[in-house]
């Protein structure tokens, strides 16, 4: 069974640039939620697609978009990076389907914004 | 609202000792607890989770926690950890159990020899 995984590894953008991180769940999954990590803090959570559709959205402005795809991989697209942006972007999948529900988390995306 | 607070940021601990770590929650409506670990450069892993039943919960690595409701606290121990313990915990509540999940500041776990 492949595990969660998320790429790219690391990235550096400059202020202002738009950036795109993606996620493949674990096989079976249905679902994938979006964590940001700043150095030092727990995970925020930004937004968690089910079945394609947005199922939850924490509280990020409108420049954190998201998209699931038929597969239920997911794309994480940041527009207009800020300097706060810069944290660690973790992915989880689960399946709403399948009772207990445990998210299980990808190793992450280091994003720096310059 | 929900939210999670852990009330050390460090405990450094020698190898063999015993170790706690505290978490409180505060929420309105009943609440499922997770502890997960995360190690340098790494996602997160679970430990253990409380979703209902027995308040003393056993998960991996020979970790415990314990959930006390009158308290709102879900403390982790383990009666003796090993220096490949160290990394960083982060306590978590959800409102279900898909849900999204709300995390604690976490706390760095340091075992010394």
């Known amino acids: 069974e492949t595990g969660v995984t998320q790429s790219p590894t690391h990235l550096i953008k400059t202020r202002g640039q738009q950036v795109t991180l993606r996620c493949s769940s674990q096989?079976?999954?249905?679902?994938v939620s979006w964590y940001q990590q700043a150095l030092g803090q727990g995970p925020q959570f930004i937004f968690q697609?089910?079945?394609?559709?947005?199922?939850g959205r924490g509280n990020f402005p409108p420049r954190f978009s998201g998209l699931q795809f038929p597969n239920y991989s997911s794309e994480l697209n940041v527009n207009a990076l800020e300097l706060d942006d810069s944290a660690l972007y973790l992915c989880?999948?689960?399946?709403?389907?399948?009772?207990?529900?445990?998210?299980?988390f990808g190793p992450g995306t280091r994003l720096t914004v310059l | 609202a929900q939210s999670v607070t852990q009330l050390d940021s460090q405990v450094p601990v020698f190898e063999e000792a015993p170790v706690e770590l505290r978490c409180n929650y505060s929420?309105?409506?009943?609440?499922?607890l997770f502890w997960y670990v995360q190690y340098p450069n790494q996602g997160l892993q679970l430990l253990l989770k409380?979703?209902?039943?027995?308040?003393l919960v056993k998960g991996i690595n020979g970790f415990e926690a314990e959930f006390n409701k009158s308290q709102t606290s879900f403390h982790l121990r383990k009666p003796s950890v090993h220096i490949s313990d160290t990394a960083e915990y982060f306590c978590?509540?959800?409102?279900?159990?898909?849900?999204?999940?709300?995390f604690g500041q976490g706390t760095e776990l340091s075992v010394k020899p």
């Open positions: 989880a999948s689960s399946s709403w389907d399948r009772g207990y529900n445990e998210q299980f």
């Open positions: 096989s079976g999954h249905n679902t």
């Open positions: 697609y089910y079945r394609e559709e947005e199922n």
């Open positions: 929420s309105s409506v009943s609440v499922y």
């Open positions: 409380y979703l209902s039943g027995s308040t």
């Open positions: 978590a509540v959800s409102m279900n159990q898909g849900g999204k999940l709300i």
